[in-house]
């Protein structure tokens, strides 16, 4: 079992940028994948990026490559979502999940209550 608490979210003029954190509980954090997702009113979640258990793999939606940078401490039991160059459409509820390394909602067993992103033009 893995608990998932999202923080870091706020609002932020578009060109800004902003630091999501995740922090897990459970000594079996080093385990997982863990991924970022999004969801904005209206719309289905969305994939935005995953890390492997080491870190050693990540990989990006294509809306959001070359501004975000997904990264983890496994000795803080931390998942982290830098996000750059923050554009209006980034705007939505962001979520960590934690399961296999993919990019579908359907591979990840646990997911954190989500913390709002909302980007000013």
């Known amino acids: 079992q893995v608990q998932l608490v999202e923080s870091g979210g706020g609002l932020v003029q578009a060109g800004g940028s902003l630091r999501l954190s995740c922090a897990a509980s459970g000594r079996t954090f080093s385990s997982y994948a863990m991924g970022w997702f999004r969801q904005a009113p209206g719309k289905e979640r969305e994939f935005v990026a995953a890390?492997?258990?080491?870190?050693?793999?990540?990989d990006y939606a294509h809306s959001v490559k070359g501004r975000f940078t997904i990264s983890r401490d496994n000795a803080k039991n931390t998942v982290y979502l830098q996000m750059n160059s923050l554009k209006p459409e980034d705007t939505a509820v962001y979520y960590c999940?934690?399961?296999?390394?993919?990019?579908?909602?359907?591979?990840?067993?646990?997911w954190g209550q989500g913390t709002q992103v909302t980007v000013s033009s």
């Open positions: 890390i492997n258990w080491s870190g050693g793999s990540t």
């Open positions: 999940a934690a399961g296999f390394y993919g990019s579908s909602v359907s591979e990840y067993d646990y």
